[in-house]
Antibody
Framework: VQLLDSGGGLVQPGGSLRLSCAAS????????LSWVRQAPGKGLEWVSG????????YYADSVKGRFTISRHNSKNTLYLQMNSLRAEDTAIYYC???????????WGQGTMVIVSS | SSDLTQDPAVSVALGQTVRITCQGD??????ASWYRQKSGQAPLLVMY???HRPSGIPDRFSGSSSGNTASLTITGAQAEDEADYFC????????????FGSGTTVTVL
């Protein structure tokens, strides 16, 4: 399985952006996937997750109410809709597969989001 | 949510042993996983379920846990081990999937 992130770019504060994560391989609809971000010079921050079993969604407090995670199984693609963007959302965003051992075993290459006027 | 604390930086002489620690209350309940991140690259899983190595990770990497502390040990550090290392654990609050540690920069001298 490989993950390919895309959709990043420069957006003004208050704007919106949708990130995509395309997965190769089979059984995409059973994957538990997450978005993890890394602000410039900072550590990793888990942002949002989508369960592979019951489609439950999870969000960090910092993005709850502004970001929405979803998946399109027939397209093998995970999305992150980001609204009301703030300067502090500037980061590289990675999608990652969360496996049955509670670990992120496969990562995308990351896509850069810059929120600036 | 829970927090995971790591020392910001450690150094190790080439071929020597270094231990990276991660402290947090959630580690009393959940196992840690560990990630290596080299400059400009995506993170790479190097340890999961406390002490299990993914295929392709050298056996100089080992993991352990006691109480609220998880550890990643590199025995016989190599130049290519110089990187940032992050721990991760589930978050017992239930609202969140989990949390990453603050990260440790390992310098191989």
């Amino acid at each position: 399985v490989q993950l390919l992130d895309s959709g990043g770019g420069l957006v003004q504060p208050g704007g919106s952006l949708r990130l995509s994560c395309a997965a190769s391989g089979s059984s995409f609809n059973s994957y538990a996937l997450s978005w993890v971000r890394q602000a410039p010079g900072k550590g990793l921050e888990w942002v949002s997750g989508l369960s592979g079993r019951d489609r439950s969604t999870y969000y960090a407090d910092s993005v709850k109410g502004r970001f929405t995670i979803s998946r399109h199984n027939s397209k093998n693609t995970l999305y992150l809709q980001m609204n009301s963007l703030r300067a502090e959302d500037t980061a590289i965003y990675y999608c990652a597969n969360f496996n049955w051992d509670d670990a992120f075993d496969i990562w995308g290459q990351g896509t850069m989001v810059i929120v600036s006027s | 949510s829970s927090d995971l604390t790591q020392d910001p930086a450690v150094s190790v002489a080439l071929g020597q042993t270094v231990r990276i620690t991660c402290q947090g209350d959630s580690l009393r309940t959940y196992s840690a996983s560990w990630y290596r991140q080299k400059s400009g690259q995506a993170p790479l899983l190097v340890m999961y379920a406390g002490n299990h190595r993914p295929s392709g990770i050298p056996d100089r990497f080992s993991g352990s846990s006691s109480g609220n502390t998880a550890s990643l040990t590199i025995t016989g550090a190599q130049a290519e081990d110089e990187a940032d290392y992050f721990c991760y654990s589930r978050d017992y609050s239930g609202d969140h999937l989990g949390v990453f540690g603050s990260g440790t920069t390992v310098t191989v001298l």
